[in-house]
C-alpha cells in the first residue's frame, strides 16, 4: 500500500501482520499495533519524544543481565506484571486469587526441610515467626503431597544470593504439605526493601516522585502435578507499604496477619524462644492445570561486596 496519509500507515502495517499463518501469534501482533499506533496519536508522540522513548527501551535490555532483568522489573513497575499475574488466574481474572509475582530471587534446589523445621541457615537477625501455610483445591479440599518452596528477604533487605555474609540457602526451604494440605516452618519476620533504581526504571520511578519500596513478603513456589504451578507472595499486614508497593503486587487475598506474641505470657513453639515472636497462619488455593517450573531468574550467589540500597522518598 502507498501510505496517503497517517491513517493509512496502521492500516497497511494491520494488513501485513494479517499474512501470518501462526493464529495466536497474527491476534497478539494485531492489537499490539492498533494499541501502539493509539498509544502514539492519544499521547501526540512528537519525533523527539519518539527517539527519547527508543533510547529508554534500548537502556532496558543492555541493563539487563544473567542476575538482574531491568525489563521484567520495568513491567513490575508500571503494573503489567500483576495484571497478567490476574489475568492469568482466578478463573482467569473472575475470581480472587492466591497467584502473585514469581519475583527476580526464586532458585532451585532449596534444601527439604521437614515440617516444622527452621529455614534460618546462617545467624539472622530478627524476631522469630512460626508459619503455617494450608493449601487446597478450589472444592476447599486439602492438597496433600505438595511441594512448596519458600524464601524471603532478611531484616536488611537482602536475598542471601545478594548478600555474601548470609549463608548459601539461608531464608529458603522446600516443605511437602502433610494429609491436611499444611506446611509449618520457623524463620525470621522478613523486612521490607527497595527495588534497584540504578537504571532507566530508577528514573521512571523518580519522575513520578514514588518511592522504591517493596513491603515485607514471604514467598511461596506451591507444586503438584494435576495442579498449575503457583507463586506467591504474602505480604506482612503491618508493613506501612503496603497501599504504595513499587511493584503493585498487594492483593486482598495475600495480606498476611503476623501475630505479635511475648514468650512470658505464651510460649513459642520452640520452647528456646524468649521474648517478642510472631505467628502466621495463611491459607492458599491452587487450580487445576499443568504443572511446570520456570527457568530459575538466578542460579548462584553473589560474592564482594553487599551491594547499597537506595531508598528513595514519595512525594506528598
Known amino acids: 500500500m502507498i501510505i496517503k496519509n497517517q491513517e493509512d500507515v496502521t492500516r497497511a502495517v494491520l494488513a501485513e501482520a494479517a499474512r501470518a499463518p501462526d493464529a495466536r501469534f497474527r491476534e497478539i501482533l ?17 519525533e523527539t519524544e519518539f527517539h527519547q522513548l527508543c533510547g529508554v527501551i534500548a537502556r532496558l535490555g543492555q541493563a539487563t543481565t544473567a542476575s538482574h532483568n531491568e525489563v521484567v522489573l520495568a513491567a513490575g513497575s508500571l503494573g503489567l ?7 492469568n488466574n482466578g478463573d482467569n481474572g473472575q475470581t480472587e486469587t492466591t497467584a502473585n509475582l514469581m519475583g527476580p530471587f526464586w532458585r532451585m534446589g532449596s534444601p527439604q526441610t521437614p515440617n516444622g523445621g ?76 527497595p527495588i534497584p533504581v540504578t537504571g532507566p526504571v530508577g528514573e521512571l520511578i523518580q519522575a513520578q516522585g514514588r518511592h522504591n519500596m517493596r513491603p515485607a513478603h514471604i514467598h511461596f513456589m506451591i507444586y503438584k502435578p494435576g495442579f498449575k504451578t503457583q507463586f506467591s507472595q504474602v505480604y506482612s499486614s503491618d508493613d506501612p507499604n503496603l497501599e504504595t508497593d513499587v511493584q503493585f503486587g498487594v492483593t486482598q487475598a495475600l495480606v498476611g496477619q503476623y501475630v505479635l506474641h511475648d514468650s512470658a505470657a505464651e510460649p513459642a ?36 561486596e553487599r551491594p547499597v540500597l537506595k531508598v528513595l522518598a514519595r512525594r506528598p
Open 81 to 87: 506484571s500483576s495484571l497478567v499475574c490476574l489475568l
Open 30 to 46: 494485531s492489537a499490539g499495533i492498533r494499541h501502539l499506533h493509539a498509544f502514539a496519536r492519544e499521547a501526540r508522540l512528537t
Open 118 to 193: 527452621s529455614i534460618v541457615r546462617s545467624p539472622t537477625p530478627g524476631d522469630p515467626v512460626f508459619v503455617q501455610a494450608w493449601v487446597r483445591d478450589r472444592e476447599g479440599r486439602p492438597v496433600a503431597g505438595a511441594e512448596v518452596d519458600v524464601w524471603h528477604s532478611s531484616t536488611e533487605g537482602f536475598y542471601e544470593n545478594q548478600d555474601p555474609s548470609q549463608g548459601d540457602m539461608n531464608l529458603r526451604g522446600k516443605f511437602t504439605t502433610d494429609g491436611d494440605g499444611r506446611i509449618a516452618f520457623r524463620s525470621i519476620k522478613p523486612a521490607g526493601y
Open 269 to 304: 513453639p520452640d520452647p528456646g524462644v524468649r521474648g517478642r515472636w510472631y505467628s502466621m497462619d495463611h491459607h492458599f488455593v491452587i487450580e487445576p492445570g499443568e504443572a511446570g517450573l520456570p527457568r530459575p531468574p538466578i542460579t548462584g550467589k553473589a560474592d564482594g
